[in-house]
């Protein structure tokens, strides 16, 4: 369950921010999109200074997984878009060739991504034990975010037995969010952040498509904040420059160096180009809350859709498909949802981070609700 922060809310909407024009999914999550299910798993262990290899261990990994229990057998269309190319990801070379997604989507922190992407790999062998004798090798798409501030990165805390509990442990329904999962030791602007979540209905009953976002958020400079338009991080400011997310605690005056991950589902006929498209929009949604997309930043999205499923089998020379016509209208409005879930999204992570220690001494706070709250009614943004 996703719960309230520590502070009486989980999310923008509880706090009476109601971002974008397009209707929300019934959850407001990627969950809304059918059959998609998210599961984390939390490290959280050791306090003090920092020992690598022991502690103080702040991490964790976050699954996506599109519907159905053989990602393998039945592809969905894909791709990604590497909006700022400071990342180590794994696996989207064979996405952007062949378009297509062929297991989860695991995010975790950077130096944990080749102990995941191995787990993620014996656990789709268990599952279609075709996979390297009678087929092909198999795809593990892993992307990161640095926890470094908070987290003994270099120790590689997660491994096989927390990568399996995300991804059995994945559900539909209400995604929990903030710092826990990838997002544990994660920061946003100077605060707490980590994992945030929003959807949108088209409006239209002749498309009655879902479009969901889930972000691992870990950037921005505290100043840059900005929540429906309203420049929160200047207006907070008073309490002092605060380190970024990029692991080095560096002070809110100098660059921007942190991350994000945008993974986007939905259930509209796209194909890969298409999908290419949507997730090109999502650093759109990265401006409406102010990020400039700093040198150093890592900022990726990967989008798929749950329509058009691609068997691995191909037993026939050509395969029938109905895609999305773009002289529609409606693909407009999947752009709008891009980005309108993509901001929505991340300022849920904020709202939803819990205070958080780290190693050596490191902490954030939370993003403060209250005082949020004023600055956006004197503003008038909100009531």
Known sequence: MS???????????????????????????????????????????GTGVLVRGVGPVRTGVTAILPPGDDPFAIKCPAAADVFNGYGKTIGLVQVAELGQLETPILLTNTLNVGRVADALVGWMVER?????????????VVAECNDGYLNDIGGRHVGEAETRAALDSATGGAVPEGN???GT?????????????ASRRLADEATPWTLGALVLANFGRRDDLLI????????????????????????????ERGS???????????????????????PLGLARVGSHGGHGSGDVAIA????????????VPTRSVTVLNEGHPVL???????????????????????????????????LPHGETLAILRRYGAIR
């Open 128 to 140: 279609h034990p075709a996979i390297g004798v009678t087929t092909g090798t198999v795809n593990p």
């Open 332 to 366: 407009d409005e999947l752009f709008r949802a891009t980005v309108e879930t993509t901001e929505e999204a991340i300022i849920n992570a904020l709202c939803a981070a819990r205070p958080i220690d780290g190693r050596d001494g490191h902490r954030r706070a939370a």
């Open 228 to 255: 429906a338009g309203v420049p929160i991080g200047r207006e907070l400011g008073s309490a002092g420059p605060t380190p970024l997310a990029d692991g080095l605690g560096a002070r809110a005056t100098e660059r």
């Open 304 to 315: 798929f859709s749950t329509a058009n499923r691609i068997p691995h089998a191909a037993r």
């Open 185 to 197: 030791g994660m920061s946003c602007y100077g605060w707490a952040g980590g994992i945030g979540t």
């Open 180 to 182: 826990l999962g990838a």
């Open 260 to 282: 994000i991950i945008v993974v986007l589902a939905t259930d509209a006929p796209l194909d890969a180009r298409q999908l290419g498209r949507v997730a090109r929009r999502a």
């Open 3 to 45: 719960g309230a922060g520590a502070q009486g809310f989980s999310r923008a909407r509880d706090l009476g921010i109601a971002l974008g024009s397009l209707p929300t999914g019934p959850l407001n999550a990627i969950t809304d999109v059918a059959g998609v299910r998210v599961g984390h798993a939390t490290i959280r262990r």
